[in-house]
C-alpha cells in the first residue's frame, strides 16, 4: 500500500498519465458488461500495466430505459410500477420517494398506520440488501461461503415480503396515498423468528469474514476515501459514514416515524473498504434491531390508505419538490415537478451510485490491483440501474 | 428563512422563491448570475455538496429549466437554484460550467448534454457519449421527442391486438343500424 | 469516391498505419485483424442412439453465461445459493460466453445491451440455447414505449424458451431449465442453426436499431 | 500474524453439520403467498366490462375483446392480457369497479411461442382459474383508488320545505361539481344505456376541466333540454353506473343540472353555435310540446328545417309542466330550455288541439302542409284501479290533479288523502298534496300505498325518504280493496289488504293477496296514480288502417319512429318509455329519421 | 505378452482408474463445499456429463497452433506426473514408470503443464488469459520454492530422490511418516500444496472476479474437456504426490482413495474458508512463511545426517 507508485506510469503535467497503448506497457482492458466482478449491467474501461490500473473509465448505459422520459407520459399511480424499477436490489426507496413526491405536491397526508408499515417494508428492503451485501463484500474476494449464508436469509426476508406485500422483489407496496395492505396474520411471530436467525448469522459472519485473516489484509487500506471527499465527490450514506462523516436522511431528515425510533448510526474514520463493510455489518444489526423496534411499536392496524381522489385523473398543481430517503447505498432522492395534469412534469432520481461510480470511482480505482475493482465498487454498492435510470 | 436566501435576494436578485418545507427552498437565479451564485453558496454558506444538477424543459415557455440542488449539511438545509434558459427549437442551449467546483458535475453536465442538449462548453469531456450509444435522433429528455412513436417506428411491438372503448361498442350493440346519429361530427356535415 | 469516415466507429477500431519495429509501416485494420467475417455454417445435427445420448448430456449440463442483461439477474444469485440450488439440476454459472450454451436475457434490453447480448451470443459455441425472462423480451413488458429498450427479442435472436413473469420468480426459472431440457432432449435445442440459416434477416433487424454498428456481422 | 484471525474463519465449518436448507422440489412446494400476485382472474359474471383496468394499465397491457351479450350495464367487453406487457403490479385489481378482477398465486407459465401470451381471463380456461382463495384481491376496506361516498348536494331542510313549491334541491356549487365529478371512471356504460346516448364520461370531464361552454355543447349534442333532465331525469345512468357496484353512483345528473345551472341562457346561442341557422326550406309540424316534440324541433331546426308546433294547452313543455311539481322542477327552469328551443326559429301555436272534432285542426290538414309530422302526445290520461267505488267523483286521477295545481285552478284540499301507487307520479301527488295540507291546515295527512313492497317500489329511492321526510306515510306492501263511501258521497277512507307477492312464478303479474291482513285507511279524497293511458284519437280516421298497433294500443314504429305512413313519425311516451328522457331520445332520433327521409343524401 | 506392453496396459488403466476417481472427487468435494453453504450441490455423475457435454459442443474457433497445442501440453504435464509416480507401493504391476530419480523429474512435470497453458493461454488473444497466466506463473514460481526445500529436505533425510524409497522408509506405522518424522519439511511441502492445488487463498490464477476464468478463458469445447480430464487427474496426482512424500504412500487402492482425499481435502478445508489473496501478496507470502520454514528444514536434515 505504502510504495511509491509515482514514478510508473508517467505524468504529464496536468496530472493526466501519459498512456501509449502502442509501446505495449500498457493494456487496455474492459471489465463488463458480461463480467462476473461487475456490480449489475455495466462496464469500467481499465487501462492496466501488469495488474495495476492506471487509468478508469466508467462506461453506463447498458441499463438505460428512459424513465424519467417515461414517467412524463405516466399518469401519478402509473408512475408506481414503472418507478419502483429504477433500482432492482432495493425498490423501496422508490416507491416511496415517487408516493411522497406525489402526496406532497397533491396534498396528501397517509394515516400513521401507513407510515409505520412504510418503515417496515424500508426496513425490510434495507435488510435483504445488506444480508447480501455484506457478505458480498467478502464474495468479491472469493469468499462466498458467507455470501450463500446470506442469500438464503435474504430468501425468506423476501418472503416476508411475499406475504405482506405480495411481490417477491417488485414490491408495489406503497402507492400515492399510503400502502397497499396491513400485516398479515402472524406476520409478526414469523417475522421475529427469522430475525432470531440473522441474529445467528451475524455472528457467523463475524467469525468468517470480520475475524479472517486475508480478507483483513486485502480490504484495510483498500479504496480510500479521505473526509475531505464526502462533500467534493458526494459520498454518501455508508461510505461517507466510513469516512468519518455522519450522513443517514433518518438521522438528519427524520421522516415517516424514524424519530420515534432509537437508533445510532455506525460512524468510522478509516474510510477503506474495511470500514464501510463495517459499517454496513453495524447497519445490518442495527437495522434488524429496527425492524424489531418497529414491529413493537407500530399499531394494530388501522387505516392504511388515505382516500385520493380519482388516481385515473388525478390532478396536481404546479409544483416542485425534492423527496429524500435514506436507501441501504446512501441518501436516494426524487426530483419532482408538477404543472397542473395529470402526468409530472419531470421526475429525477438522484440515487448515490451516480457519484460513486462516477468521478469517485474512477480516481479510487486509479493505482488498484485489477483485482480490487470488483471489491472497490462493491463497497460504494454502486448500482447501474440508477445512474443511467 | 433558511441560510443564504437573503444572500441570493440582495446580491444575485433571485426571484420566485418557494419554501416548500423547512429545509428545502426553490429559487430563480438569472443565468449570468448563477455560477456566482452557486459559488457563493459553496463557499461562504455552506452549501457544499451538489445534489444534482436537472433539466426540465417547459416547452409552452420557451424555458429550459436547470435546477442546482445544493445541499447544506451542517444547517440540513437545501436549496434548488432554477436557472430559465432560453429554449432554442433545435437544442443547443448554453449555459456556464460548474465542474471546478464539484469533480462530479462534469458528468450531469455531460448527460444534460445528451439527454437535453443542453451545453456546458468547456466542461471536460461533455460531448461524450455517455448513456446512449449511437443515438442520432433528437436529444430524448427533450419535451417534443416522442418516445413513443419512436418506439412504435423502431421497434415494432407485436401485432394482433385491438381493443374496444367500451361505451362506442355498447352503442353497436345496442343499436346496430346507426349508433353515432348522435354524433356531433355528423350534425357539423348537416348544418354546414 | 472519398471514404465517409463512420462517425460511430470506436477511435482505437479506426484503420491506422503502425510503423513496425524494422521501420516498415504496416497498415493496421482492427475490424479485419480481431475478428473472424467468415460467415458461419450451420452444424450438422446427427440422429441415432449417440445423439440421443448427447442430447442428454447437452440437457443435463447447461451451462448459464453470467451476464445480467436486466432486471431479472437479480433472481439468479437466489439460483446459485442454498435456497434454490440449481446446481442440483445440472445448471451452472460460467463466466465466459466460450465455455457457456445457455444465455438467460434477463428481461429488457437496451439497444447498448443488445449489441453486447449479440456478440455474446455468437461467440458461444453450438448447440446454445436462449432462455427470454419477462415481459419485456415477449412484446416489450414496461418499457413498450421507452426509446432505448427492444420490444420482441425474437426479432434479433432465436429464442428457446420464455418465461411470464415480471420478473418471473426462480421457481419459474427452474421450470424453464426443466422445460428446456426437455425441449433438447427431444432434439429441438437447435435454434442457433436457426439463426445462422435466417443470418441475413436477423442481422437487417439488428442493424435497424444498433446505429453504431462497428463490429463484424458476425464474429465468434 | 495474528493466529486468531487465522484460526477462527475454521469455525465456519462447523454448518458442514447441519442438514441443507434447499427447497426440495421447488416447482411444486412453492405456491405463491396468500397475498401473491400472480396470474389473472376474472369472475366474468360479475365482470361488466367497464375498462378501468385497461385506463390504469400504465403498460398498455390490456384489451376489451367481446366476450358475452351486450346488455344493461354490462358492456359485454372483457379484458384481456397480454402477458408480453403486463407487470403484475395489480392496479386493475385495485381500480376494478366490481371486484371482479383478482390474481391467482399461480406464476409459472413457461411456452416456446412468444405468441402464446395473450388470454382473457376466465374466458380461456387456465388451471389457476380455480384457487379462488389465493392471490392478490384488492385490499381490505378503505382502500381505494376513487371515493366511493356521493357528494350530496345541499337542499331546503323538511321543516323549511314541507309547505312550499320551492325548488328543494340546490345545485351542486363548484367544488361539489368537480369533486363528484372526479369519481367517474369514463367507462361509459352509461352512454350506451341513457336513452339519449349522451355523453354523460365527456361532460363530467368537463366539468372535472372546469370547461361548462364544452359541457353544454357535450349536452345539446344529444339532449335539448339539459335543465329539465338535470332535475327529474330518471337517470337510468345512475342505476348502471360502474362505481355503484362498490359505493354510490355517480350523481349524474347534478352533474348534468350543474353544467346547464352555470351557462347563462343569453349565452346558448353563442355557446352553441346556432346564431346563424340556415334553413332547406321544407316544413315540418309537430304535434305536442312536450320533451318528445321540443327535442325533435330542436334537432330539426337545427338541421334547417321549418318547424312548427301544435300545443293543446296554454303553455309548452307538456308534462314536465303539468306533470310535475315546481318543487322538483321550477317553471323558470322550464322556461329557459323551452325558450331557448323556440328563439332557434321554431313556430308554436297553443291553445289548438290535433282531432277531428270543432275548432281542431286534423292530422290530415298537417300531413298536406307540412312534409312531415312528428306526434309525441304523451299519456295524459290517468288509469283507474277499477276497485269498487273508484267511480266516485272524489276519487282522482293523479295527472288532472297535478296539471291543477299548476294552472293554479282551485280544489278543495282536504285533511286526510288516501294515494294509490308506488311511481314517481305518485310521489309527486302525495308530496303536492302534504305540501297544500301543510298550507291550509298546518300538518300532513297523506297515506300513500303501493303493491310493491318496500324495496321494489318503482318511484326514486330519494323520493321515498324525502316524502317521508316531509311527513308523508307511505305505507307500501298493500292492494286496494274497496273505497268506503258514507252517505253523503263523499270517501271516508279505503280499505287495504297486505300484498305479499306481485308475480307468480313464470313472472305474470298475479298479486297474492293475505284477506285477513287488512286496514282501514282514513281519507276523504283518493287519488289514483297508477299509470297513464294516451289519447291517440286523433289518428282515428282514414289514416287508422294504415298503422299497426302494438301491444297496449302503441302504434308500431321503425326504429327511426317512422309509422306506416311515411310523413308520420310518432315519438315520446306514447311509443316508449314513459319518461322525460326516452321522449327525448325518440324526438331525436325522429328528427334524424325526418332528416333522412327528406333529404335521402345525407 | 511383451512385458513393456503389460506395463502400459495397466499404466493406462491406472490412469482410466484415477481419472474416474479425479471426477468422483471434484464432485464429492462440490457437494461438501455445497453442504457447508447450506445447498444439496451438484449430482455425483456431473463431471462426467460435463465431459460428454463439451465433447458434443461444436468447436468452430482457432487462435493459432499454440492455441491447439496448450490444452495438450497440460494434460501431458499431468499424465507425466502420473506415469513417474508409483500408484501402489510394494505391487510391480501399479507402479508405473517410476526410477530411482523420480522425484526430479515429477518436479519438472509440475511445471510443465503451467507452461503449456502459457503458451496456450497467450496464444488466445484474450487479455484475460494473459492476466491470468502470467499471475499463475509469478505464483507458481513461488510456489516451487517451499516445495522444492521441502523435498530437498525430504531426499535428505532419505538419502534419496526415489518415491519407492522415500515410502518405504515411512512403512511400518504411522509415526514413520514424514510428517511425523520431519515435521517442518511438512509444513513447507503441505503449504506449498495449498498454492500447487490452486484452491483459495492462492486461486487469483482463474479469478473469475476479475479475470473471467483465466488462462481457459477462450477454451471451450473439447479443448475445456482436455482440460477438466487434466484437472481431474492431476488433483489426484498432486495429492498422491504429497501423501507419497509425507503421508506414507499408499499400499492398497482403497488406502490410495482415501489419503488422496484426504490430502486434497486439507486445501479445500483451508479455501472454504478463506478469500484469496492477491498475486503479489501470494508470492510474498510464499517466499516468507514456507520458504523460511523449508530452508530450516533443509538445514535441519542436513545437520542430522
Known amino acids: ?389 | 428563512m433558511q441560510k443564504g436566501i437573503n444572500n441570493l435576494i440582495e446580491k444575485f436578485g433571485a426571484s420566485d422563491l418557494v419554501e416548500r418545507r423547512s429545509g428545502l427552498s426553490f429559487i430563480t437565479v438569472d443565468q449570468t448570475k448563477a455560477v456566482a451564485a452557486i459559488t457563493h453558496l459553496k463557499d461562504i454558506d455552506g452549501y457544499t455538496v451538489l445534489s444534482f444538477i436537472t433539466a426540465a424543459d417547459w416547452i409552452e415557455d420557451g424555458k429550459m429549466q436547470l435546477t442546482y440542488m445544493l445541499n447544506n449539511p451542517a444547517e440540513v438545509a437545501e436549496i434548488a437554484i432554477r436557472v430559465m434558459l432560453e429554449r432554442k427549437k433545435e437544442a443547443g442551449e448554453s449555459m456556464e460550467t460548474i465542474h471546478h467546483l464539484w469533480p462530479n458535475a462534469k458528468k450531469w453536465q455531460q448527460e444534460l448534454k445528451e439527454m437535453y442538449g443542453v451545453d456546458f462548453p468547456t466542461s471536460p469531456g461533455v460531448n461524450d457519449s455517455f448513456i446512449l450509444e449511437g443515438w442520432d435522433d433528437m436529444p430524448p429528455n427533450r419535451r417534443d421527442f416522442d418516445t413513443k412513436q419512436y418506439a412504435e417506428d423502431t421497434f415494432f411491438p407485436r401485432g394482433g391486438r385491438v381493443t374496444h372503448d367500451p361505451a362506442t361498442y355498447m352503442r353497436e350493440q345496442l343499436d346496430p343500424k346507426d349508433p353515432q346519429y348522435y354524433t356531433k361530427k355528423k350534425k357539423k356535415d348537416i348544418n354546414s | 469516391m472519398e471514404e465517409k469516415k463512420d462517425k460511430f466507429l470506436a477511435p482505437e477500431n479506426e484503420v491506422r498505419q503502425v510503423s513496425a519495429p524494422d521501420g516498415s509501416i504496416i497498415e493496421v485494420d482492427p475490424l479485419k485483424d480481431y475478428f473472424s467475417q467468415e460467415k458461419p455454417e450451420p452444424y450438422k445435427v446427427g440422429s441415432g442412439p449417440v445423439e440421443n445420448f448427447l442430447n442428454w448430456a447437452r440437457a443435463e449440463s447447461l451451462w448459464v453465461l453470467g451476464f445480467g442483461t436486466g432486471c431479472g439477474s437479480i433472481e439468479i444469485p437466489p439460483l446459485v445459493t442454498p435456497r434454490f440450488d440449481m446446481y442440483r439440476f445440472g445448471v451452472q454459472m460460467r463466466a465466459t460466453p466460450r465455455q457457456s450454451n445457455v444465455f438467460i436475457i434477463s428481461g429488457y434490453l437496451a439497444i447498448k445491451t443488445l449489441k453486447r447480448a449479440i456478440r455474446a451470443y455468437e461467440q458461444m459455441p453450438s448447440p446454445k440455447y436462449i432462455v427470454a425472462l419477462g415481459s419485456c423480451t415477449i412484446n416489450g413488458g414496461m418499457y413498450y414505449d421507452s426509446y432505448n429498450t427492444i420490444n420482441r427479442l425474437d426479432q434479433y435472436l432465436p429464442v428457446d424458451a420464455y418465461i411470464a413473469g415480471c420478473m418471473p420468480r426462480p421457481e419459474a426459472l427452474l421450470a424453464g431449465f426443466a422445460e428446456l431440457k426437455k425441449l433438447i432432449k427431444a432434439g429441438k435445442g437447435h435454434k442457433a442453426n436457426e439463426y445462422v440459416e435466417n443470418l441475413e434477416w436477423y442481422k437487417t433487424n439488428q442493424k435497424k436499431i444498433i446505429k453504431d454498428w462497428n463490429m463484424p456481422d458476425y464474429n465468434w | 500474524m495474528n493466529i486468531k484471525k487465522l484460526l477462527t474463519p475454521f469455525t465456519a465449518w462447523g454448518n458442514v453439520t447441519k442438514d441443507p436448507v434447499t427447497i426440495k422440489d421447488p416447482l411444486n412446494e412453492r405456491p405463491g403467498a396468500d397475498r401473491y400476485r400472480g396470474f389473472h382472474r376474472n369472475d366474468v359474471e360479475a365482470c361488466v366490462g367497464c375498462g378501468s383496468c385497461e385506463d390504469i394499465c400504465e403498460n398498455e397491457a390490456i384489451d376489451l375483446m367481446p366476450a358475452k351479450d351486450t346488455k344493461d350495464g354490462d358492456s359485454g367487453l372483457r379484458p384481456m392480457i397480454d402477458y408480453g406487457r403486463c407487470c403484475w403490479c395489480a392496479l386493475c385489481v385495485d381500480v376494478c369497479t366490481t371486484n371482479s378482477l383478482t390474481l391467482s398465486n399461480e406464476y409459472t407459465w413457461i411456452s416456446t411461442d412468444p405468441e402464446d401470451f395473450r388470454y382473457i381471463p376466465g374466458i380461456d380456461k387456465k388451471e389457476w382459474d380455480n384457487n379462488n382463495d389465493k392471490g392478490w384481491k384488492k385490499p381490505e376496506p378503505n382502500y381505494e383508488f376513487y371515493p366511493l361516498k356521493r357528494i350530496q348536494p345541499s337542499h331546503l331542510s323538511p321543516e323549511d320545505r314541507s309547505d312550499s313549491f320551492i325548488e328543494m334541491m340546490h345545485g351542486y356549487s363548484k367544488d361539489q361539481a368537480m369533486q363528484e365529478a372526479d369519481r367517474c371512471v369514463e367507462c361509459g356504460i352509461c352512454t350506451a344505456t341513457c336513452p339519449a346516448h349522451m355523453g354523460i364520461p365527456e361532460y363530467i370531464k368537463a366539468i372535472r376541466n372546469d370547461d361548462l361552454e364544452e359541457g353544454l355543447r357535450i349536452l345539446y349534442d344529444t339532449n335539448p333540454l339539459p335543465e329539465i333532465c338535470g332535475r327529474i331525469c330518471t337517470h337510468k345512468c345512475e342505476t348502471v353506473c360502474t362505481i355503484g357496484h362498490k359505493g354510490d353512483p355517480l350523481s349524474i345528473r347534478w352533474l348534468k343540472r350543474y353544467i346547464a345551472d352555470q351557462n347563462p341562457s343569453e349565452r346558448y346561442k353563442k355557446i352553441l353555435e346556432t346564431e346563424n341557422l340556415v334553413s332547406k326550406g321544407k316544413k315540418v309540424a309537430i304535434i305536442g310540446a312536450g320533451p318528445s316534440g321540443l327535442s325533435a324541433a330542436h334537432y330539426l331546426v337545427q338541421m334547417g328545417y321549418e318547424v312548427k308546433i301544435f300545443e293543446k294547452l296554454a303553455a309548452a313543455g307538456g308534462m314536465m309542466r303539468y306533470g310535475i311539481p315546481s318543487y322538483r322542477l321550477p317553471y323558470d327552469q322550464i322556461d329557459k330550455d323551452i325558450d331557448y328551443i323556440l328563439s332557434l326559429g321554431v313556430d308554436i301555436q297553443y291553445n289548438i288541439n290535433v282531432g277531428n272534432g270543432e275548432g281542431e285542426i286534423s292530422l290530415e290538414t298537417l300531413g298536406n302542409d307540412y312534409d312531415a309530422v312528428f306526434s309525441g302526445t304523451g299519456l295524459h290520461l290517468g288509469r283507474s284501479t277499477g276497485i269498487p267505488g273508484s267511480d266516485n267523483k272524489h276519487v282522482y286521477a293523479s295527472p288532472d290533479l297535478l296539471r291543477w295545481i299548476v294552472e293554479g285552478k282551485e280544489f278543495e284540499v282536504p285533511e286526510n288523502v288516501v294515494v294509490i301507487g308506488g311511481g314517481n307520479v305518485a310521489m309527486d301527488i302525495t308530496r303536492s298534496m302534504a305540501r297544500l295540507q301543510m298550507k291550509k291546515y298546518g300538518k300532513v295527512g297523506v297515506i300513500t300505498t303501493a303493491l310493491e313492497g318496500e324495496d321494489k317500489m318503482p318511484a326514486d329511492r330519494e323520493e321515498i325518504d324525502e316524502g317521508r321526510e316531509e311527513g308523508c306515510i307511505i305505507n307500501p306492501g298493500w292492494a286496494p280493496k274497496s273505497v268506503e263511501i258514507d252517505s253523503n258521497g263523499v270517501p271516508t277512507g279505503l280499505n287495504v289488504v297486505k300484498c305479499h307477492s306481485l308475480f307468480d312464478s313464470e313472472g305474470r303479474f298475479n298479486p297474492q293477496t293475505d284477506e285477513d291482513n287488512k286496514e282501514f285507511w282514513p281519507g276523504t279524497m283518493i287519488i289514483e296514480s297508477i299509470g297513464q293511458g294516451m289519447d291517440i284519437s286523433y289518428l282515428d280516421g282514414k289514416y287508422k288502417d294504415q298503422l299497426e298497433f302494438g301491444p297496449r294500443g302503441r302504434v308500431q314504429t321503425d326504429e327511426y319512429y317512422q309509422t306506416g305512413l311515411p310523413w308520420l313519425f310518432m315519438g315520446g311516451d306514447i311509443i316508449k318509455g314513459p319518461d322525460v328522457i326516452t321522449g327525448i331520445a325518440t324526438g331525436h332520433k325522429a328528427a334524424v329519421g325526418i332528416d333522412r327521409m327528406l333529404n335521402p343524401e345525407f | 505378452m511383451d512385458y513393456s506392453i503389460t506395463k502400459f496396459l495397466w499404466s493406462l488403466l491406472g490412469l482410466f482408474i484415477i481419472l474416474n476417481w479425479g471426477m468422483l472427487m471434484s464432485s464429492t468435494m462440490r457437494r461438501v463445499g455445497a453442504r457447508l453453504a447450506g445447498r444439496i450441490g451438484v449430482p455425483m455423475y456431473q463431471p462426467w456429463i460435463d465431459l460428454a457435454k463439451l465433447m458434443a459442443l461444436k468447436t468452430w474457433l482457432s487462435h493459432g497452433v499454440m492455441y491447439y497445442i496448450g490444452p495438450v501440453f497440460r494434460l501431458v504435464g499431468g499424465v507425466g506426473m502420473f506415469l513417474f509416480m508409483p500408484i501402489i507401493f510394494g505391487s510391480e504391476i501399479w507402479s508405473n514408470y517410476s526410477f530411482s530419480g523420480d522425484l526430479i523429474l515429477l518436479l519438472y512435470f509440475q511445471s510443465f503443464g503451467m507452461l503449456g497453458m502459457a503458451m496456450g493461454a497467450s496464444d488466445s488473444s484474450s487479455p484475460h488469459a494473459s492476466i491470468g497466466i502470467s499471475r499463475g506463473l509469478a505464483q507458481f514460481a513461488a510456489v516451487e520454492v517451499p516445495m522444492t526445500l521441502a523435498v530437498i529436505a525430504i531426499a535428505i533425510q532419505h538419502q534419496t530422490f526415489s518415491f519407492n524409497s522415500i515410502m518405504e522408509a515411512q512403512q511400518g506405522g504411522v509415526l514413520n511418516w514424514t510428517i511425523f518424522t520431519n515435521p517442518l519439511a511438512s509444513i513447507a511441502g503441505m503449504l506449498a500444496m495449498l498454492g500447487a492445488m490452486s484452491h483459495s487463498p492462492f486461486n487469483l490464477v482463474k479469478a473469475p472476479n476479475e479475470i473471467p476464468i483465466g488462462p481457459p478463458t477462450e477454451y471451450h469445447s473439447s479443448f475445456l474437456s482436455v482440460l477438466r480430464t487434466n484437472s481431474a487427474i492431476i488433483h489426484v496426482v498432486e495429492a498422491a504426490l504429497f501423501m507419497n512424500l509425507f503421508f506414507g504412500g499408499a499400499d492398497t487402492w482403497l488406502m490410495y482413495i482415501v489419503k488422496t482425499f484426504f490430502v486434497y481435502f486439507i486445501s479445500v478445508f483451508v479455501g472454504m474458508v478463506f478469500p484469496r489473496m492477491k498475486v503479489e501478496d501470494s508470492v510474498r507470502w510464499f517466499l516468507k512463511w514456507p520458504t523460511a520454514v523449508g530452508i530450516i528444514a533443509v538445514l535441519v536434515a542436513a545437520y542430522w545426517k
Not at chain 1, 136 to 156: H, I, K, S, V
Open chain 1, 1 to 389: 500500500m505504502n510504495e511509491d507508485r509515482s514514478l510508473y506510469p508517467e505524468h504529464d503535467e496536468n496530472g493526466k498519465p501519459i498512456i501509449d497503448l502502442e509501446s505495449h506497457k500498457f493494456l487496455k482492458l474492459w471489465q463488463g458488461p458480461q463480467h462476473p466482478g461487475i456490480t449489475g449491467n455495466m462496464s469500467l474501461e481499465l487501462t492496466v500495466s501488469g495488474d495495476e490500473i492506471v487509468e478508469s473509465k466508467t462506461h453506463v448505459g447498458y441499463l438505460h430505459r428512459g424513465f424519467e422520459k417515461l414517467l412524463e407520459r405516466r399518469l401519478f399511480v402509473q408512475c408506481m410500477p414503472t418507478s419502483i424499477r429504477l433500482c432492482v436490489a432495493e425498490p423501496d426507496p422508490n416507491e416511496y420517494i415517487v408516493s411522497t413526491a406525489v402526496e406532497e405536491l397533491g396534498g396528501i397526508e397517509i394515516p400513521d398506520n401507513a407510515k409505520w408499515l412504510r418503515m417496515l417494508s424500508l426496513e425490510m428492503a434495507r435488510l435483504q440488501v445488506l444480508l447480501r451485501g455484506v457478505p458480498g463484500q467478502a464474495g468479491t474476494f472469493a469468499l462466498g461461503l458467507g455470501y450463500q449464508w446470506g442469500n438464503y436469509l435474504r430468501d425468506l426476508i423476501l418472503d416476508s415480503f411475499e406475504e405482506l406485500t405480495g411481490g417477491r422483489v417488485y414490491h408495489m407496496y406503497i402507492i400515492p396515498g399510503g400502502v397497499r395492505g396491513n400485516l398479515p396474520e402472524g406476520f409478526k411471530g414469523r417475522m421475529l423468528e427469522k430475525l432470531k436467525l440473522i441474529d445467528e448469522f451475524v455472528v457467523k459472519i463475524d467469525k468468517l469474514i470480520f475475524q479472517n485473516v486475508v480478507f483483513e489484509s486485502r480490504a484495510k487500506g483498500l479504496g480510500h476515501i479521505p473526509k475531505e471527499w464526502v462533500d467534493k465527490y458526494g459520498v454518501y450514506g455508508p461510505a461517507a459514514r466510513a469516512s468519518g462523516v455522519m450522513r443517514d436522511v433518518r438521522k438528519t431528515n427524520p421522516y415517516l416515524n424514524y424519530d420515534q425510533l432509537d437508533f445510532e448510526p455506525h460512524v468510522t474514520t478509516e474510510g477503506d473498504v474495511y470500514a464501510r463493510s463495517v459499517v454496513r455489518y453495524n447497519d445490518l444489526q442495527m437495522t434488524v434491531d429496527m425492524i424489531r423496534q418497529i414491529l413493537d411499536k407500530m399499531p394494530d392496524g388501522g387505516d392504511i390508505r388515505a382516500q385520493t381522489p380519482n388516481v385515473l385523473h388525478w390532478k396536481i398543481p404546479k409544483g416542485e419538490t425534492y423527496v429524500k430517503c435514506e436507501s441501504s447505498r446512501g441518501e436516494y432522492g426524487m426530483y419532482f415537478v408538477t404543472d397542473g395534469s395529470d402526468k409530472p412534469r419531470r421526475a429525477h432520481l438522484k440515487g448515490p451510485s451516480y457519484t460513486h461510480a462516477n468521478a469517485l470511482l474512477d480516481k479510487l480505482l486509479i493505482n488498484a490491483n485489477i483485482a480490487d475493482t470488483a471489491a472497490i465498487m462493491v463497497s460504494l454498492a454502486t448500482c447501474p440501474p440508477e445512474i443511467e435510470r
